[in-house]
Nanobody, 120 residues
């Protein structure tokens, strides 16, 4: 059974940093892509970043480029999202998801989410 568990969310002031973790189990981690998504109240879910565990290719939404960094520790089956220079508009529930095709295209398994709140 594929399981994804996010952690690391919390309350931070604008300009601060947080590191989210996505611990994965139940599948061959090296074959998958792992993406981070977020959803703010009243807004649609949006893709934030993605990493292919096979070749390390990374992708970022324009809104987070230069501030967020995605990385993978394959030995720990964990993907991280380092979030720096946080803004109030980054406030959302952050989810990680797994794409078994490894292309950051279609995500079939999702975690339960972790809340990130950035105060102004």
């Amino acid at each position: 059974e594929v399981q994804l568990v996010e952690s690391g969310g919390g309350l931070v002031q604008a300009g601060g940093s947080l590191r989210l973790s996505c611990a994965a189990s139940g599948f061959t981690f090296d074959d998958y892509a792992i993406g981070w998504f977020r959803q703010a109240p009243g807004k649609e879910r949006e893709g934030v970043s993605c990493i292919s565990s096979s070749d390390g290719s990374t992708y970022y939404a324009d809104s987070v480029k230069g501030r967020f960094t995605i990385s993978s520790d394959n030995a720990k089956n964990t993907v991280y999202l380092q979030m720096n220079s946080l803004k109030p508009e980054d406030t959302a529930v952050y989810y990680c998801a797994a794409d078994r095709a490894g292309t950051c295209g279609e995500f079939g398994s999702w975690g339960q989410g972790t809340q990130v709140t950035v105060s102004s």
